[in-house]
């Protein structure tokens, strides 16, 4: 049954996000080509696969970033398929990158201010005349972003600008960035990129936390395979744009069309 | 070394070839006959002076770059509001000590500190490069000139919807245009503030054309003319007051009101920095993607620092109106939003301060250098250049006011 991830897609009519039929087509390259998945609530979700397998487009397809040649994107019941990238987050789904894209000239503060501009109030006049209501905002915003810098054990840098910090503390300032949101489906693209063995341990400590405490989703894209294999609850294989399998770890491991895709012809 | 050897010595020659035509040979005329006068020391004199500069310029580079402008110091709030408080004292009671031409100047250099901050929200904050932006303040001078004459409006009735309409022409301009990216969003708004001119220019039947409107009246105090003899059988400020009329009092009374639009526009576009926007135009310019993936619209968010600059525009231009008197669409060349973006690049992008001093020095120094009338465009744009090399983040860089979180 894990063969044929069309039937998965199917299966999961109360799945928070359920993609169906998704093609991306550039010019003459067909970067993604029919691929299906669904993501449960509390779920965390891994697509692998080799470099130019089309994960990224996937990702960018979700998150708004292209307009899907075909397909469906379901989020919460709601088609979100062709949305731009801004209204998508409207639905409490929320990226990172993989090269960290922080604003890197703001503080650590700002950063995660920036990111509630959805629910502060932005409103001209309350702001300028500075009343009551917008004051309490703006405060409710900073309690809620220094909730997420103590959590991130980033606290002591949240008056520092972004682009000071360690690599390490940056990858983990783009997590709580997105947290500060409070998503329904957090994506992250090759998180463990670039971080030590320490610092990728942590990495999935955290993921399995937020999934735990907060309830949030994950969809996930990984090459480090150890962490993939890890935390993941189920790994969606692709190849060339196309989907191989989706399946518990220990299925991935051992489907040899898995091991051909990666080792090549034996 | 010999490549600077090389690099002089070819920059001495193109001096001595360009000098030459222009100061070595000099046509005179003698009765009937011309004479060919050759200065030939001139030539090579600059030709060394500059052979010299470009040997040594290397020794200067290295003593300029340790050459440094002030960067202003961490005021403590209390401070900052003292300071702030004691300018502003000074500002106001100055011309009533200041000469009728000072007082006048300083009205001048108050105009275009309200254009330069109202065109640093939307270059320096938003990060959206204006080329049209005397668009929208012929808008405002327009709006106000027209509504006094098909309407009878006074300043204070028209000087709302000024702004409010030149923001309106910014929000319609602006909602096609934002989605364009940096060069082309220059061009087009270059091309809306030549189209805005000729526009002015052809509709003879509403803007008089070329010759423009005139007999604009001055703002009233409180519904109080300020002219020798009031219109009709009302009464005059000097009459009313029990004074003698004095032709400084309308000086003196529009540079306060400049100050008091250009406080007003400081303030709000100090306000603006820290509020929520504030830091989505900055987020928006550092990083777009990363912007819309955490649900900020950007045409929404450039949008309104397009509309609410182009607001502060319309006031000027209302104010400018009042002014002059007199409004034609000579005075919205552009030229002019060259001159006011120049302020604002030359304060420092987004740093208030910067563009108050750069709009004092680019107005002031034109009127002090007054025999030099013909050089001021050579000047200005050596001014530039200069400038561009050595402080490419201008006079005083912007220093955004971080939220601070106190542990």
Redesign the interface.
């Known amino acids: 049954m894990s063969a044929d991830p069309r039937t998965i897609a199917s299966a999961g009519d109360d799945a928070l996000l359920t993609v169906d039929a998704l093609s991306m087509r550039f010019g003459g390259l067909l970067a993604v080509d029919n691929v299906a998945f669904a993501v449960q609530r509390d779920e965390v979700f891994a697509i692998i696969g080799p470099n130019g397998a089309g994960k990224t487009t996937v990702f960018n397809c979700v998150g708004g970033f292209y307009k899907p040649t075909s397909g469906r994107i379901v989020m919460g019941g709601e088609s979100i398929a062709g949305l731009p990238s801004h209204k998508v987050a409207g639905y409490g789904l929320v990226r990172t990158f993989q090269n960290v894209r922080l604003f890197k000239q703001l503080t650590v503060l700002e950063n995660l201010l920036v990111a509630q501009h959805r629910r502060v109030d932005t409103r001209l006049w309350s702001g300028l005349l500075s009343t009551k209501g917008y004051r309490r905002s703006e405060q409710e915003a900073q309690d809620r972003a220094v909730v997420w810098l103590k959590r991130m054990g980033l606290i002591e840098f949240a008056n520092r600008e972004a682009g000071t910090l360690a690599y390490g503390h940056q990858r983990r300032l783009e997590i709580a960035r997105c947290m500060v949101t409070e998503p329904r489906l957090l994506m992250l693209d090759e998180p463990a990129a670039g971080l030590n063995p320490q610092e990728k341990r942590e990495l999935s400590e955290l993921i399995d936390e937020l999934r735990r405490e907060f309830g949030v989703a994950v969809l996930l894209i990984e090459h480090d395979m150890s962490l993939v294999m890890g935390i993941s609850d189920r790994i969606l294989v692709m190849e060339h744009g196309r989907p191989i399998m989706t399946g518990t770890p220990e299925a991935v491991r051992t489907d040899p069309r898995v091991i051909k895709a990666y080792l090549g012809e034996a | 070394m010999a490549g600077q050897l090389k690099s002089a010595s070819i920059a001495a020659l193109v001096t001595a070839v360009l000098v030459a035509p222009v100061f070595g040979l000099r046509i005179l005329r003698d009765g009937f006959n011309n004479i060919l006068e050759t200065d030939w020391p001139f030539v090579l004199l600059s030709a060394a002076v500059v052979f010299v500069f470009q040997m040594v310029r290397p020794l200067l580079s290295r003593g300029t770059s340790r050459l440094k402008l002030p960067v202003l110091p961490p005021l403590r709030a209390s401070q900052h509001k003292w300071i702030t408080l004691f300018i502003l004292a000074a500002l106001l009671v100055w011309p009533f000590f200041g000469t009728r031409g000072a007082v006048d100047l300083a009205t001048l250099v108050l105009i275009y500190v309200m254009l330069g901050l109202g065109l640093n929200i939307v270059v320096g904050f938003a990060g959206l490069l204006d080329l049209g932006f005397v668009g929208f303040y012929a808008v405002g001078a327009y709006t106000y000139a027209l509504l006094y004459q098909f309407a009878g409006f006074g300043f204070w009735e028209a000087l709302p919807l000024a702004g409010a309409m030149a923001a309106l022409f910014g929000f319609i301009l602006g909602f096609p245009v934002l989605r364009l990216r940096g060069d082309y969003l220059a061009i087009v708004t270059l091309g809306f503030g030549e189209i805005i001119r000729l526009l002015l220019i052809n509709l003879t039947s509403i803007t008089n054309g070329p010759d423009g409107i005139s007999g604009i009246p001055k703002p009233t105090v409180f519904g109080l003319e300020m002219t020798r003899r009031a219109r009709g059988d009302d009464v005059t400020f000097h009459q009313f007051m029990g004074w003698d009329f004095d032709g400084s009092h309308i000086v003196i009374y529009l540079y306060l009101m400049a100050l008091a639009l250009a406080v007003v526009t400081l303030y709000?576009s100090n306000?603006?920095m820290r509020?929520?926007?504030g830091?989505?135009w900055?987020?928006l310019r550092?990083?777009e993607?990363?912007?819309?993936?955490?649900?900020?619209?950007?045409t929404r968010i450039k949008l309104?620092a397009f509309t609410l600059g182009a607001m502060f525009a319309g006031f000027g231009g209302a104010f400018f109106a009042a002014r002059q008197g007199l409004v034609n669409p000579e005075s919205f060349t552009f030229i002019e939003s060259a001159l006011i973006l120049a302020i604002v690049v030359l304060g420092g992008m987004g740093s208030q301060l910067g563009v108050i001093l750069a709009a004092v020095f680019l107005t002031v120094l034109p009127e002090l250098a007054r025999q030099f009338a013909e050089y001021r465009m050579l000047l200005f744009g050596l001014v530039m250049v200069l400038m561009m090399a050595w402080r490419p983040q201008g006079l005083l860089p912007m220093r955004?006011p971080?939220?601070?979180?106190k542990?």
């Open positions: 709000v306000r603006l509020m929520p926007v830091r989505a900055e987020a550092e990083d993607i990363a912007s819309r993936s955490l649900g900020l619209n950007p309104s955004r971080h939220v601070e979180l542990v």
